[in-house]
C-alpha cells in the first residue's frame, strides 16, 4: 500500500460530460503529481502541485484543471471529454521537489471510459 | 517527442535466470535515472535509481547500468523470481523538473 488514495477506481461516461479525479497524497507528503497512462503509452506526465501551488505542468489539455486543497488533497477536473480521454490516471506524491531525493508514491489509479 | 524509450514492449525470461530490461534516452540533461514496477491494478512502485555520476547502483538483486556515452541504461535483475513479473518503467528527470517515463516492458518470468 503506497498510502496514495484515488477516488473512483473506475468511472464510465459519455462524450462532452465533465469528471473529477480524486487524490489523498501520502500523510506528509507536500507534492502531487497527476499522470495519464493512455492505452500501449507510457506515463504522460500532465501537472504537479506544491503546497497547494502548481509547480509544472505537461502534456496538459485547457479542457482540463487541476487543484491542490489546503488539507492538500488533489482534484483532476476533465471537461468537454472525448473518447480519446479514455485512460487510467494516476495520482503520485512525494515528500518534496526533488524527485530523486523523494521518490514518488503512485496511488492504483482512475480508469476512465468515455463512451 | 518520446525522451526516454523501452524498445522492447515485452520480455520472457526462465526462472532463476538473468532478466535484462534496456532503456534509451535522447536527452543529454537528465541528471537521475529511475526504474519503477507495476502489477495489473496497481500503480508503480520505485525499485532503484542512479545519478548521472555513477555508471552502476545496486539493491540486492537488482542492478541498474548506465552508459552516459550510449545514453543507455540497462535493468539486470539476478536471479529473476516469478514475482518479478510485472510492467517496468524507466524513467529520467533533470533537475528539479518533471519525471519522463518510458512506454514500459513487460517482463514475464516463466516457471
Known amino acids: 500500500d503506497s498510502g496514495v488514495t484515488q477516488t473512483p477506481k473506475h468511472l464510465i461516461t459519455a462524450t462532452g460530460q465533465r469528471v473529477t479525479l480524486r487524490c489523498s497524497p501520502r500523510s506528509g507528503d507536500l507534492s502531487v503529481y497527476w499522470y495519464q497512462q493512455s492505452l500501449d503509452q507510457g506515463l504522460q506526465f500532465l501537472i504537479q502541485y506544491y503546497n497547494g501551488e502548481e509547480r509544472a505542468k505537461g502534456n496538459i489539455l485547457e479542457r482540463f484543471s487541476a487543484q491542490q486543497f489546503p488539507d492538500l488533497h488533489s482534484e483532476l477536473n476533465l471537461s468537454s471529454l472525448e473518447l480519446g480521454d479514455s485512460a487510467l490516471y494516476f495520482c503520485a506524491s512525494s515528500a518534496g521537489l526533488a524527485v530523486h531525493n523523494s521518490p514518488l508514491h503512485f496511488g492504483n489509479g482512475t480508469r476512465l471510459t468515455v463512451t | 517527442d518520446q525522451q526516454v524509450k523501452q524498445n522492447s514492449p515485452s520480455l520472457s525470461v526462465q526462472e532463476g535466470r538473468i532478466s535484462i530490461l534496456n532503456c534509451d534516452y535522447t536527452n543529454s540533461m537528465f541528471d537521475y535515472f529511475l526504474w519503477y514496477k507495476k502489477y495489473p491494478a496497481e500503480g508503480p512502485t520505485f525499485l532503484i535509481s542512479i545519478s548521472s555520476i555513477k555508471d552502476k547502483n545496486e539493491d540486492g538483486r537488482f542492478t541498474v547500468f548506465l552508459n552516459k556515452s550510449a545514453k543507455h541504461l540497462s535493468l539486470h535483475i539476478v536471479p529473476s523470481q516469478p514475482g518479478d513479473s510485472a510492467v517496468y518503467f524507466c524513467?529520467?528527470?533533470?533537475?528539479?523538473?518533471?519525471?519522463?517515463f518510458g512506454t514500459g516492458t513487460r517482463l514475464t518470468i516463466i516457471p
Open positions: 524513467a529520467a528527470i533533470f533537475g528539479n523538473e518533471k519525471l519522463t
